[in-house]
């Protein structure tokens, strides 16, 4: 543990001046449903709430498993965990041997590096090229491959670029990894939220697919601890399931109830209305940056969040050194891996009143 830092997201957040507005961290600020927040309070005050089983309610585990029918999983096939980040955790853990080679896109969410360490893995990483729109490169992918590589990792829609891979690019990995016996980790934790078509899963293409995702994102739940493992092989659900139980037990049993809900007409209605909402701020927000900044940023296809190129105007670290200082908080892209050195990921979870002052405190910061 003790080679691992606190990522520069944090650094920068937790630095943050008074009154900054933060286009840093990825939480929704969209309000969790009412019809969950008053579900979990009825659960709260009548019902006694004692442990689950360790993989979670039988019902919340069909609920995920019929969302994914392709796989036609039994109840076995998903484990509850609070929220995706354990589900990721464990299945890096439960996969990754010492010395283990794990293949991750660069740029991505730090969590990925950091997971890797924990299992004493080397992570190894395929460029999503900046200059391509990091875009998925198939040639990139196998050519981080290995004898040594045991897993790799997918991220769709991905923190921090915003961007969906095709299903073109989700068959060639597929292809790349069959017979290999390398296991991938797909990170679907934005599959809800997207602007277009609806993101396809990496598990419609390969079997030896875990599938980590919850409701913290579409359903605005991040503090709930919501979050699922899902794979069609059995025996590393049984193995998640075993590590999940010894670090956790379970997840919170009000939320797991309240999460029954999680995909009820109502619920399904919050998440259209997540998706407008992000994709109409996304389009404003990179307009704006065009606008008032002269500076390009990449469209949005799912999450909420988007590259801010700002190579022409020098370091990364510095330039959102320089926002944080006129109480603007971004993160440098460096924080995400080396090829998105010179852009700044921006998260557009904030009124357009709020972007709107944000990109003028940048255009301060940045053009004095
Ligand atoms: C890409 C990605 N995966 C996983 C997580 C973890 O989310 P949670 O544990 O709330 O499900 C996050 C949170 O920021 C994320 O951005």
Not at 260 to 272: F, V
């Given at each position: ?32 449903p ?33 969302q ?26 439960c ?86 016996g ?140 320089k ?19 010179g ?8 009124t ?17």
């Amino acid at each position: 543990m003790r080679g691992l830092q606190p990522t520069l997201i944090r650094q920068f957040f937790e630095r943050a001046l008074p009154d900054s507005i933060n286009f840093g961290l990825g939480e929704p600020d969209l309000p969790t449903p009412q019809f969950l927040r008053d579900e979990a309070a009825r659960i709260a005050r009548d019902e006694q709430n004692g442990y689950t089983s360790h993989p979670g309610i039988p019902a919340l585990r069909d609920k995920i498993a019929e969302q994914y029918p392709h796989l036609d999983l039994p109840r076995t096939g998903v484990v509850v965990t609070c929220g995706s980040q354990e589900a990721m955790t464990d299945a890096f853990m439960c996969v990754v041997d010492q010395g283990d080679e794990v293949l991750l896109p660069n740029p991505s969410f730090p969590a990925y590096d950091a997971c890797t360490r924990i299992a004493q893995g080397t992570p190894v990483y395929y460029r999503m090229p900046a200059d391509d729109d990091f875009k998925f490169d198939i040639s990139n992918f196998k050519a981080g491959i290995t004898e040594k590589t045991k897993a790799a990792v997918v991220i769709s829609p991905s923190n921090p670029t915003g961007k969906i891979m095709r299903p073109e690019d989700l068959k060639q990995i597929a292809e790349a990894l069959d017979g290999t016996g390398i296991w991938l980790i797909s990170d679907e934790i934005y599959s809800d939220l997207y602007f277009g078509e609806r993101p396809h899963s990496a598990s419609e293409y390969y079997d030896k697919t875990i599938i980590v995702s919850g409701l913290s994102k579409s359903l605005s739940m991040t503090g709930w601890r919501l979050g699922w493992a899902a794979s069609k092989d059995a025996a590393i659900m049984e193995a998640i399931q075993v590590l999940h139980g010894f670090t956790t037990v379970c997840t919170s049993t009000i939320t797991q109830k309240a999460s029954l809900l999680g995909w009820s007409d109502e619920a399904e209605a919050a998440k259209q209305h997540a998706r407008e909402v992000y994709k109409k701020r996304g389009e404003f927000l990179v307009d704006l940056f065009d606008k008032e900044l002269g500076l390009r940023a990449t469209s949005p296809e799912g999450a909420f969040y988007t590259m801010l190129d700002v190579r022409s105007l020098g370091d990364d670290v510095e330039i959102a050194e320089k926002c944080l200082q006129n109480r603007v908080v971004t993160v440098p892209g460096v924080a995400f891996g080396d090829e998105a050195k010179g852009f700044l990921r921006i998260s557009f979870c904030n009124t357009e009143e709020k972007m709107a002052e944000g990109v003028a405190r940048m255009k301060k910061a940045i053009r004095g």
